[in-house]
Every structure is written in C-alpha cells, then in structure tokens.
C-alpha cells in the first residue's frame, strides 16, 4: 500500500482520504485492483454509482473514457469497468485499479484548486468548475493562507456568482459549506499547508454544491520531483484500497483501509490534527524579507559617508567615469573615491587600488561582469556594494550571478543588483542621475528598472513631486524589494512609498510586507504576462498567472495597481499631498466642471476605475444660470465667470449632503480661457478658488483636472501647477488620469479602515 508517494500525480482516492481528513466532504466510495472485482466493492454503496479507472497518464478521466456515470448497481459498476479496461488497454494506458464511488447529486459545479508559484507559494483559485471551467474561466484568486472574507469575496467577486444564490426559482446553495472548504484547502492549517513543499498543483473540480453542502467529487494532486521540475505526468501511485474511502463493505474487502478520522493507513501521511507524520511535509511559514537574517539598516545605503566607484578610467570616459560626474555635480560632501590599480586620481577625484583599502559604506562597481565577483569579493568592510554591470542572470548567463552573491557573502557585504542603477536621495548626497538633485521630499520609489525609476523622478519633479530614497534593484540578487520596504516603512522621512517590479525575486516576503506596511504603498507591475504556457496537470495550473496573482496580492493586501509610468507619478503625487489626510472609506465622487460632453466622458473614466458618482442632495442649492445639476455637475467655468464659483457649488452640496463626497475632482478647459478671453489672471484667479476649497475641508480631497492644458502659454501650466500644489491640491491633464490617482487613494481609504 502506498500513501501521497513519490513525485507525480497520485492516485484520486488517495487525495480524496486527505482531504476527509480536513473536514470536507467525499462520496462514499471502495477501490478494486480488477474490474471484476468491483461490484463485491460497491456491494454497499447505493446507486446510482460512478466508476473511474486510475493508473499512470490517467489525469483527466472525462478525457480518456476512463469514467462512467448513473450506474444502477454493482454488477452494471463491474461491466462498466471491464469496458472502461478494455477501452484503455487497446488505447495503450495502463490501469491500476478502479475507483467505485455514489454518485452525487446534481447542484452547481465549483472548482477549488491550489498550485505552489515560484515567486508567491501557494495561490488558491475558485470559480465556476466541472466542465465549464476551460470554457467560462471564471475564477478568483487569492495567496494562502486565506481568510473567512477572503473566501467570501472571491465567491462574490465570481461572474456566476448568482447561480449559487439559485436562479429561476432554483433553490440556492449552501454557500457557507463551500467557504468551509475553501478555508479547508487555503486557510491556515489547511491542505495546503499541511503539505508544504510537497505539491505543485492540488484541484478538486468539481466540489458541487447544493443547499445540504459541498461535496468534492473528484480530486487531483501533482508532487513535485526532488530537483523542484515539473515531473512528467508518467506515474501515479499505485492504489491498494481506499485509504479513508469508507468502504460500506468488510473491512477485509479492502486491504489497508484507514480510518479518516486519523489519516492512518497512509505511510508518513501527516494527521492534520496532530501535524506529525512524513518529515519535512509540514514545513512553517516562509522567512522573513532577509532570507531569515535580522532586519537589516538600510540608513548608510541612502545616505553614506564615503562612496567608491569602481571601473573608472585613466584613458577614456566610461560608466565609472559618468558616476563620478554624477556625485562631484550633486555636490556629493562626503568622501569620493575611485578604484583602480595604478591611477593616483582620475577626473580630479583620488584613487586608491583596491576596495579593500576604500573605507567607504557603499561601492559603485561599473566593471565587465566576468570581473565582478572578484572585485565584490574584496569589498570587506564596505556595507552595501551596488553592481551596475549587467550581463548575469537576465541574459540567461549560468552561475555568474551565483557567483556574485557568494563573493557577496565572503565579504560580509549586501549586495544591490546587479544590473541596477543606484540609489538616489537628495538628502542623503546619493544619485544615479546627472544635474543637481531635487528637493528632498517624502516619496520614496523602489524599483527593478534604474531606466524608469530616473524618468519617474525626473519627470515627478517637473510636476512638483520631492523624493526622500529611491532604490534601484534590478536582478535582487540579493537586497529585494521586500527588505527595501521593510526598511522604508519605519523610515521617518517616508510618507509614501512606490514599486516597480517585474520579478520580486521572493514574492511571499514582499506580499508580507505589504500586508505589514501601514503607509501608502502603489505599484506598477511590469510583464504581467500569463505564466500557464507550461504544461498543467490541472485546470487551475493552467488558469493562474502573474496578472492574476498581482491583482489578488494587490486585493489581499489593500494595494493599488497602476498600469502606466504617468499612473505612477500621478497616485504618488495624490498619495503624498494627502498621505495625513483622514477621508472617509468610500467609493463616491463630485465631478464639476464646464461643458456636458466633458463631464459624459468624465462619468465614463471614473466608472471604468471602479468610482461612483451619486447625485447631489436633491434641494435648492443657489446654482447659477446654466447650470445642469447632476453629478457630473455642469456649471459655466470660463473667462468671464467667477473664479469663487466652483468653491461656492462644492461647500453648498457638502453641507446639504447627508454622506459628503470625499473626494472632487474639479475639471477646467484651458482652452477657453485663451480663445475667449485675453490673459491667464482667470485661469489663475480660478486655480486659487480651487485651493482655497481644499484649505477649507480637512476631510475632502480636492483634485484638479487641467483639460487641453498644451492649449496655455509656455509657464501657465507650471504655475497653475505650484498654486493647487501648495494647498495641497494634485494637478492632472486628464480625467482618465485624475481617475486613476483617486481609485488608488480610496484603495488605501478602504485598508486604513479595515485595519
């Protein structure tokens, strides 16, 4: 007899007695090694009766014939297998034995299912199941372990959610049942706990639900190979009885027969209740950000007291040569040095010829990447090495980069990159970009691309944003995304914080970071790109990829996902101006402005960001002539209108409100104020306005859309900007825009108040 075995997919019955033993409900069933030996199996079960065929290859059963369905009695069971033996064997597979089971009655056919990511661990998926899920694929996701609301949302957010509440007069199903074992799969001290490192993928599709509760009729668990590859779906293991099947029949008509109530029977299984069993099946939790190591102080990375660059030349400019530019043009104060063998300075900046003898917190190394591990290898002493140079992991290179982390490790030193940038902190004296830094301010940004982390500070600062430390951690060969948030959620100079990743490297540690940070936190996510090309031995293995595993961290951990660089500056800027601000949790939002067209397309972005736009109160509010009242709300905003007018509207509506709007978003046409009038004092005046009603209203965020803002004299627009900036009033060209930044701000509303 056998229990879970080793790496392939393992025999239904099996699985089936694991999860009994987790509380969810199977059919009863018995296993027979012969076909004629499965009607003294179901001798007593009660009809009508399902028979299945196991052995090596056979995954999907539907698909292989290996399955019959309504079977009247035990001698109809017993012809059916034969005919289901004779059918694979001249098909080529190999059978190992049957599977007779009661057959359940009809209800909605659910799928949940389990596969361990490379990057997150264990990801749950439920959604619509039997044969409807390769046809209507809706499912939701969520990384384990879940919470009872987890559960709760990931049914309600389903597109057939209806069906289970009955439809047509139906009766509706017992959702509670079907949390149940949705928390039995994913939630702590689950299935998928309990096993560890020890699966890939784990289905039961379908589980059907009815109004008496959820019962999984088939059930899938691929192991994985010692090396952690995919194993070919070639082996199953052989099946003596039905550990845990509740034979109705003698015990002795199933050889092994285990009690579910103790998982016994199933050699080195592990009993859920007890936790004991094959060693190293239960396994804790991941580590923390580190790998395991303490907390590490990031401070000397942003704001060190020496800095080297290492790859500088005597002869010809380089990259080296570039940084050491960089740091003497942002009036670096601490000490500068190169390194190079033989040079006593380079660039006016002196040189010594071995970091061994830098006496620096942090190394700039800028040399081929076959030279690299050598060079970080002296870097003993030195805290924190950065390796600009590419060429290691993200070309396909082997070992190098293993390399470069054991060089690492020797010298006691963390390593950032390679193929990274830098760091950059007006603060702390720290750049990857040449000119002058900018103002110190309190966003911070860590990125996996130094290219776009340049542009979002550059391009942040020519609209008014400051930055406290952005880090650039291309391969995270070692200092990831996790640990830099760690840090940068109790740094005091941070008010919110920035990501840009593309692989995280370890994304559990960076999704319980997440869910620990309290401050602000937005993401743009890069190659979001579906990973279920591989080959699947299940449904859910095929249907989870990146995107959908962003969106369910992003959803579980209160994150706001953007999708464009501009949506990045934009929820930062918003993010920062209000990062103290304590608005109400709620979708709602006033829309004001000129122009109906304007304010029907404004309706249209604010519904696809998930906003909502309910009417104003309906009493007398003093609008002008030519107002149209709804929400948008039209009122005539020109040249030759009152710039206190939109202040006026907005203070009015709040106040007969029975539930304020959080948030208004203004919009104005620049256009008009130079094609009707002659002067940007209006348009100015207005701005003010704006300004003044954000002033008022602690608990109100007030954004301000700059419509056609290209239409304006060079240095309107950069004024317009400073004046809605100082009382703390985000600027946008766009509504689309405007509406992405709010959508990220109430995400953040909502975790602030569920914590």
Known sequence: MTGLGGPGVVAEHVVKDLVSGFGIAVPRGATARAAEDVAAAAGGLAPPLVVKAYGPGLVHKSDAGAMRLGLGSPAEAARAAAAIGAALAGAGSVVEGYLVEEQAPPGVEVIVGAV?????????????????????????????????????????????AALLDGLRGSPAADRDALIKVLLAVGGPGGVVESLGDGFTEFELNPVICTPEGAVAVDARLLRPSPAGRRPALAHAAPAEGTPGHANPGPAEETPGHANPATAEGIPGHANPATAEGTPGLLRPASAGPAGGRPPQDFTRLFAPRGIAVVGASAKRPNFGNMFLGFYRAAGYSGRLIAVHPTADEIDGVPCVPSLTEADVDYALVAVPAERCPDVVREAHGVPFVQVMSGGFRETGAAGLEERLVAAAREAGVRLLGPNCMGVYSPAGGQTFIGGRPGPAGRIALISQSGGLAGEVVRVGERRGLAFSKVATVGNSADVGPAELLHHLAGDAGTSVIGLYLEDPRDGRALFEALRAVTKPVVALVGGRSAQGHRAAASHTGAMVGDARIWTALARQAGLPLVTGQDDLIGALDLLDLHAGRDVPASPSVLVIGPSGGAGVLAADALDRAGLGLPPPPGVDLGLPVGAVPGNPLEIPVGPRGSPDLVRRVVTAIQRAARRPYPDVVVHVNVQSFFTFGDSAGPLLAYAHAVGELQRGAAWMRVTLVLRNAEYAPPGVEDELRAIARSAGVATYRSIEAAATAVAAAKVRDQRREKV
């Not at 361990?116 to 384990?144: H, K, Q, Y």
């Open 116 to 160: 361990r990511d490379p990057s997150f661990g264990p990801v749950l998926l439920a959604g619509l199941g039997g044969v409807w899920t390769e046809v209507l694929r809706d499912t939701a996701l969520r990384l384990c372990p879940i919470t009872k609301d987890d559960a709760r949302d990931m049914l309600a957010g389903l597109r057939g």
